[in-house]
T-cell receptor, first 111, second 111 residues
Framework: ETGVTQSPTHLIKTRGQQVTLRCSSQSGHNTVSWYQQALGQGPQFIFQ???????GRGNFPPRFSGLQFPNYSSELNVNALELDDSALYLC??????????FGNGTRLTVT | GQQVMQIPQYQHVQEGEDFTTYCNSS?????IQWYKQRPGGHPVFLIQLVKSGEVKKQKRLTFQFGEAKKNSSLHITATQTTDVGTYFCAAGSNQGGKLIFGQGTELSVKP
């Protein structure tokens, strides 16, 4: 059974640029959630996708957007990067309404 | 919005000592989940509590959900160096699978 995989593992971008992060769900999981974790903090919910539709959104601006594909993999897109967007971005998959299985995350640094 | 407060922020113990972290909410929670994140790693699901007054055990770990479903605790008996990491509680919500994480308690264990 393959776990949740995220790519890339690390990324450095410049303020104002755009970034796309990718996530492959664990086999059999139809729900994917994205979280932002700043250093020393708990993960903050960005949004969740279920069957290719957004199923809930946290307090993040519209420049944070996402997609879920028919194979349940997902992308997180962030436009107009700001310095405060520097964080660990975690993808988590699960069967619907079940505990989360997190990937190893993508460490994004914005300079 | 709903918040989950977790204390203490840090705990340093000698190997063999006990450890407890507490999670509190001002509102009634539908459920509470606990996750462990090792240094440099990703959160790993430990357990979910749903019922008022529920107590669950996993070897040396004891999880409790308060009678009013507003607080929870994780107690580790006789800590080992393998217990090192940050322990997060996370409250389920009605908003599309959103989990609200506490700030975490970072546990260090001195051999």
């Amino acid at each position: 059974e393959t776990g949740v995989t995220q790519s890339p593992t690390h990324l450095i971008k410049t303020r104002g640029q755009q970034v796309t992060l990718r996530c492959s769900s664990q086999s059999g999981h139809n729900t994917v959630s994205w979280y932002q974790q700043a250093l020393g903090q708990g993960p903050q919910f960005i949004f969740q996708y279920y069957r290719e539709e957004e199923n809930g959104r946290g307090n993040f601006p519209p420049r944070f957007s996402g997609l879920q594909f028919p194979n349940y993999s997902s992308e997180l897109n962030v436009n107009a990067l700001e310095l405060d967007d520097s964080a660990l971005y975690l993808c988590a998959s699960s069967p619907r309404n079940s505990p989360l299985h997190f990937g190893n995350g993508t460490r994004l640094t914005v300079t | 919005g709903q918040q989950v407060m977790q204390i203490p922020q840090y705990q340093h113990v000698q190997e063999g000592e006990d450890f407890t972290t507490y999670c509190n909410s001002s509102t009634t929670l539908s459920n509470i989940q606990w996750y462990k994140q090792r240094p440099g790693g990703h959160p790993v699901f430990l357990i979910q509590l749903v019922k008022s007054g529920e107590v669950k055990k996993q070897k040396r770990l004891t999880f409790q959900f308060g009678e009013a479903k507003k607080n929870s605790s994780l107690h580790i008996t006789a800590t080992q160096t393998t217990d090192v990491g940050t322990y997060f509680c996370a409250a389920g919500s009605n908003q599309g699978g959103k989990l609200i994480f506490g700030q975490g308690t970072e546990l260090s264990v001195k051999p």
